[in-house]
């Protein structure tokens, strides 16, 4: 398993932006899929996006695709969330969760990180 940190979330006028970051501090990121995921409030945790471990392939979920990126920089440890056209509804606690399939199923990462706050409202 690998100890993940979330950052970058806060409170953000709908049409905003937010850049996510989750470091890994007691493994290197390199050979993990990185999945990012949100749970709003009073909801169960859905996917957002996922990223393979050499960063060559990516999916979203299509709630979010074409306004989130997800990229990976293995060299900083580091995964982000790029989200841009935020809307009301992506409201959420976002986690990052590092295992060894590329997936959009929780289920299958090993790691996950305590979450970032994400707040959309005017």
């Known amino acids: 398993q690998v100890l993940l940190i979330e950052s970058g979330g806060g409170l953000v006028q709908p049409g905003g932006s937010l850049r996510l970051s989750c470091v890994a501090t007691s493994r290197a990121l390199v050979n993990y899929n990185i999945g990012w995921f949100r749970q709003p409030p009073g909801k169960p945790r859905e996917f957002v996006a996922a990223?393979?471990?050499?960063?060559?392939?990516?999916h979203y979920s299509n709630s979010v695709k074409g306004r989130f990126t997800i990229s990976r920089d293995d060299a900083q440890n580091t995964a982000y969330l790029e989200m841009n056209g935020l809307k009301a509804e992506d409201t959420a606690l976002y986690l990052c969760?590092?295992?060894?399939?590329?997936?959009?199923?929780?289920?299958?990462?090993?790691?996950w990180g305590q979450g970032t706050q994400v707040t959309v409202s005017s």
């Open positions: 969760a590092a295992g060894g399939r590329y997936t959009d199923f929780g289920g299958a990462y090993d790691s």
């Open positions: 990223i393979n471990e050499n960063g060559g392939l990516t």
